[in-house]
């Protein structure tokens, strides 16, 4: 999520705030910000799910929702989304 500058801050309080709402949502086994070292308007929300379905019971969740309103008005730039596959560590090539 990209952010105007001035309304970083403004997101981090409505993350704080809300945080714990989202954690304890069915399915949410984690929930984490990360913010770009280079770029302080730029924010990742990192969370795991038991399984897809759960993130999109959340999402079609009026918590959801309230988080959304207040988050939205604040970019600078479309959000963008991932939902990726944890991969065995073994099978990674590292070479």
Same mark, same amino acid.
């Given at each position: ?38 770029? =302080? ?7 795991? /799910? ?5 993130? @999109?019971?959340?999402?079609? #969740? ?10 939205? =008005? ?7 989304? /991932? ?5 065995? @560590?073994?099978?990674?090539? #590292?070479?």
């Amino acid at each position: 999520m990209t952010f105007r500058n001035d309304e970083s801050e403004r997101f981090i309080a409505i993350f704080n705030k809300y945080h714990e709402h989202i954690g304890n949502a069915d399915g949410c086994l984690s929930l984490q910000l990360l913010r770009d070292l280079e770029n =302080p308007g730029v924010f990742f929300t990192y969370s795991r /799910w038991e399984h897809p379905s759960f993130l @999109e019971k959340y999402r079609q #969740s009026d918590l959801f929702g309230e988080v959304w309103s207040q988050v939205k =008005p604040l970019f600078s730039d479309p959000a963008q989304a /991932w939902s990726t596959q944890l991969l065995d @560590e073994s099978s990674i090539d #590292s070479e």
